[in-house]
């Protein structure tokens, strides 16, 4: 039972480029969250998913980042013309439509802009 | 808006010592609670979470935690750590009277436990 999958693990960007991170929720999940790790700090919230829809993305900056979860296929969160402060750690996490709070967390992208 | 705050930043103990990391939050209403464990090169595990009820609770490989409402406070304890106790725990909670799925989380505690 594959738990949930982000790739890749590692990017490296340079300022003014595109991220694209993706997330596959465990099996059976259909609701996915995005966190972000700065350094030395806690995760804070970004966005709530589900499929086909946003459902609070209070957490999420104004602009340059957008998230999404298509019917079929991993959920993607895209950051446009990248800066050097959007260097962390991005985690997604998911949960089953009958449990929404209990989350299950990925491994993580470490996101490196240079 | 709610903010979790873990006492220790770095905590070092040997084998076999006791164990209790501090988490306080500031909202006053109905939460949930939860600690994370990322051990090195691992993603984020569920420990433990407290609902309801039983404010004494117990999770996998011998952590427990307690809430005391009064004090605001969910503090992770374990009676005898071992080497492979080495992470980083992570403390958060949600503000389950609002219907949030948001997790606030503490800036976590690094725990070394030497042999």
């Known amino acids: 039972n594959a738990g949930v999958m982000q790739n890749p693990r590692h990017l490296v960007r340079r300022r003014g480029q595109e991220a694209r991170l993706r997330c596959s929720p465990m099996k059976g999940h259909s609701h996915v969250y995005w966190y972000r790790q700065l350094p030395e700090e806690g995760l804070k919230f970004m966005v709530y998913?589900?499929?086909?829809?946003?459902?609070?993305e209070s957490g999420m900056p104004k602009e340059r980042f957008s998230a999404e979860f298509p019917k079929e296929g991993p959920s993607i969160l895209r950051i446009q013309q990248v800066v050097r402060g959007d260097s962390a750690a991005y985690f997604c996490?998911?949960?089953?439509?009958?449990?929404?709070?209990?989350?299950?967390f990925g491994p993580g992208t470490r996101l490196t802009v240079t | 808006a709610q903010s979790v705050s873990q006492h220790n930043h770095h905590v070092i103990l040997s084998e076999a010592a006791s164990l209790e990391l501090g988490c306080n939050y500031s909202?006053?209403?109905?939460?949930?609670l939860f600690w994370y464990v990322q051990y090195p090169g691992q993603h984020l595990q569920l420990l433990l979470k407290?609902?309801?009820?039983?404010?004494l609770v117990k999770g996998i490989k011998g952590f427990e935690a307690e809430f005391i409402k009064s004090k605001f406070s969910f503090n992770l304890r374990k009676p005898s750590v071992q080497w492979s106790d080495t992470a980083e725990y992570f403390c958060a909670v949600r503000d389950s009277g609002a219907g949030s799925y948001q997790l606030t989380f503490g800036k976590g505690t690094k725990l070394s436990v030497i042999p």
């Open positions: 909202y006053g209403g109905t939460v949930n």
């Open positions: 407290y609902f309801s009820g039983d404010p």
């Open positions: 996490a998911s949960s089953p439509p009958e449990g929404l709070y209990e989350q299950y």
């Open positions: 998913l589900q499929k086909e829809n946003i459902i609070d």
